[in-house]
């Protein structure tokens, strides 16, 4: 299968910065990505999708001026937490969907705690 | 509204006995399913998917079972290993895998040796 990494793996910050997390494609095109958030024992719960060189597409109730997400490659995605609170601590995984898959393919995910 | 419901959130067997994984979804639209397998702090592998022109696909030990007039799926891992212990997840997607996926809560699995 295809294979889709993230970076950084594990990320903590002071409340009020920024993070960014990264997505990437490594052996295939994306042409569409998606983020999903994961809370302690719950399923996965998607942020947004985005495809290359457009705008994301939101899920109802996620903040597109908090989240901030930017697919400008076939083979990059980034998601930008921004002015991140506690209440943003989370898993957070990235999936990618290329013309040559059936399946969406994810990354290995990014633990983010906000102090 | 859960649209993807893995109603049992646990499952223990024995080594070398049978895995069922079930899973109920309510959106008709949905015309692609896929299982993923997740360890704790890790992403989600793709394990099998079918789609809904079909009933059953098969892939080594794992079989995927589809009852589109019951809206059920099911997942069977024959034989099972100790090393299958992990969280299940089903997915479904409207217009095949490029969509975006409505994910259930996920089944533990245990294997015991």
């Known amino acids: 299968g295809a294979v889709v990494s993230q970076h950084p793996s594990w990320v903590i910050c002071k409340s009020g910065t920024s993070v960014k997390i990264e997505c990437r494609s490594l052996d295939f095109q994306a042409t569409t990505m998606f983020w999903y958030r994961q809370f302690p024992k719950q399923s996965l719960m998607l942020m947004a999708t985005s495809n290359e060189g457009s705008k994301a597409t939101y899920e109802q109730g996620v903040e597109k001026d908090k989240f901030l997400i930017n697919h400008a490659s076939l083979t990059l995605s980034t998601l930008t937490v921004t002015s991140a609170h506690p209440e943003d601590s989370s898993f957070y995984i990235c999936s990618a969907h290329g013309d040559s898959y059936n399946e969406q393919f994810f990354g290995p995910g990014t633990r983010l705690t906000v102090l | 509204d859960q649209q993807v419901k893995q109603n049992s959130p646990s499952l223990s067997v024995q080594e070398g006995r049978i895995s069922i994984l079930n899973c109920d979804y309510t959106?008709?639209?949905?015309?692609?399913f896929l299982w993923y397998k997740k360890y704790p702090a890790e992403g989600p592998t793709f394990l099998i998917s079918?789609?809904?022109?079909?009933d059953k696909n098969e892939d080594g030990r794992f079989t995927v079972f589809l009852n589109k007039s019951a809206k059920h799926l099911s997942l069977h891992i024959v034989p099972s290993q100790p090393g299958d212990s992990a969280v299940y997840f089903c997915?479904?997607?409207?217009?095949?895998?490029?969509?975006?996926?409505?994910f259930g809560k996920g089944m533990k699995l245990t294997v015991n040796p």
């Open positions: 079918i789609s809904s022109i079909k």
């Open positions: 959106n008709s639209m949905f015309d692609y």
């Open positions: 997915a479904a997607s409207a217009r095949g895998g490029s969509e975006k996926l409505v």
